[in-house]
């Protein structure tokens, strides 16, 4: 059985938002037509409070886009983003969510960032989507939001570690490519089997 898995496509990572994504609002259209056509949609929301480990804010020695190590590795430090209960963590104005039947919110914890669906980024701690999508007998995956290189990628490479089958809807998505990351991603998603589709050909494999 298909998902759709809709990837952070909220204000702050709209053109405007405090983290935007490059053209990152042009692909609304797209995700609400194929939302439309699938039977499951599952959406993730940046959920972040104020103070978060990963705002460059919180560490007045560091600026934005540094890299900084803790407990759990690498944290690149953001401009503060999706602080809950604000406009910019807010989903896209233009985007129906009127299919979606299940909301994952991520990054909640004060002490760790979480750019996957499926794991905070120490890669244990679970936020149960795989418990989910196993109890409701869906193995295949199809994902597209933001962004490509960061939250999208995690998500699709860990989809493949639960065992399920993922395609990332290559004009679905769009990356912030920072320092090369967007290259990277896409190798690193070929690498963990991930299948890259365009929207047309991911609804023709699906059928609503």
């Known amino acids: 059985m298909d998902?759709?898995?809709?990837?952070?496509?909220?204000?702050?990572?709209?053109?405007?938002g405090a983290l935007e994504v490059p053209e990152g609002d042009t692909i609304v259209p797209v995700v609400n037509d194929l939302a439309e056509n699938f039977d499951h949609v599952i959406q993730t929301q940046d959920w972040h409070p104020d103070g978060h480990q990963s705002f460059a804010s919180t560490h007045p020695e560091h600026d934005p886009y540094d890299v900084i190590d803790v407990d759990y590795g690498d944290q690149v430090l953001w401009p503060d983003h999706c602080v809950q209960g604000t406009e910019g963590a807010e989903f896209h104005p233009e985007l129906d969510t009127t299919h979606s039947e299940l909301i994952i919110r991520k990054g909640f914890r004060p002490e760790i960032d979480s750019y996957s669906?499926?794991?905070?980024?120490?890669?244990?701690?679970?936020?149960?989507?795989?418990?989910?999508?196993?109890?409701?007998?869906?193995?295949?995956?199809?994902?597209?939001?933001?962004?490509?290189?960061?939250?999208?990628?995690?998500?699709?490479?860990?989809?493949?570690?639960?065992?399920?089958?993922?395609?990332?809807?290559?004009?679905?998505?769009?990356?912030?490519?920072?320092?090369?990351?967007?290259?990277?991603?896409?190798?690193?998603?070929n690498d963990a089997g991930v299948q890259v589709v365009s929207s047309d050909a991911a609804m023709e494999l699906t059928v609503a």
Do not use: H
């Open 117 to 189: 669906a499926f794991y905070e980024n120490d890669g244990e701690t679970a936020t149960g989507l795989a418990g989910y999508l196993r109890d409701r007998g869906i193995d295949t995956l199809y994902v597209c939001g933001l962004a490509t290189d960061f939250c999208v990628k995690w998500s699709a490479v860990d989809g493949r570690e639960e065992g399920m089958d993922v395609y990332v809807i290559e004009d679905a998505t769009r990356g912030i490519d920072q320092d090369g990351s967007l290259a990277q991603a896409w190798e690193d998603m």
């Open 3 to 16: 998902a759709l898995l809709i990837v952070d496509l909220q204000n702050d990572f709209c053109p405007g």
